[in-house]
């Protein structure tokens, strides 16, 4: 027997996509589990590293041409895996990210659930029972976080007006709404 052997990695420059996902399917379950532990090491959390491996067989699919079989298939998707796990990293310390979270925990929806829409919408009953300019009082004092100083300033108005439209709202609304 010669050293003819068959290639490791067969590219279908524009082969059926078929021909594609079973070779993808031959790689996957080859090398998905060293895939899966790179990822693993990288990112250091089990469910991330999880999609991460689905991200870096996608990426295999779709861009199986680049592929110039210069080194091994593991290789090849190891350096995929390290670059999408580097980069996802590098996404999760970026300022925006901080940002993006903190703003999505401050919204009532995304962790009170039914009972923060409820009292959102108490607040908004609330809010119609009163006039103008106690509404913005109120919108300032307990969503804005002002102080009632900060509140009397920009209204023009003096800290136990601001005090008293305050307590005639808050006894609208029950012990939640009252000021201290």
């Known amino acids: 027997m010669t050293g003819t052997s068959r290639p490791l990695l067969q590219v279908i420059p524009g082969g059926p996509r078929q021909d594609r996902r079973a070779f993808l399917r031959e790689l996957y379950t080859k090398h998905g589990g060293s895939v899966l532990g790179r990822c693993r090491y990288l990112l250091k959390d089990a469910t991330k590293a ?4 689905h991200d870096v067989f996608a990426r295999a ?5 680049d592929f110039r079989a210069e080194s091994s298939p593991l290789t090849w998707l190891m350096k995929i895996a390290t670059h999408h796990c580097l980069n996802q990293l590098r996404g999760e310390r970026a300022g925006w990210r901080q940002w993006f979270e903190r703003d999505a925990a401050a919204r009532p929806e995304g ?15 609330l809010l119609a029972r009163v006039d103008v300019e106690t509404q913005a ?21 003096s800290v136990p007006t601001i005090r008293k439209r305050l307590e005639h709202f808050a006894a609208l609304g029950g012990e939640e709404l009252k000021v201290p």
């Open 111 to 125: 962790h009170g659930g039914q009972e923060a829409m409820e009292t959102r919408d108490l607040v908004r009953r």
């Open 137 to 157: 009082a109120a919108i300032h004092y307990h969503v804005d976080g002002m102080t009632l100083e900060e509140v009397a300033a920009l209204l023009g108005r």
């Open 50 to 53: 999880e999609d991460a491996m």
């Open 61 to 65: 699919l779709t861009h199986g041409d």
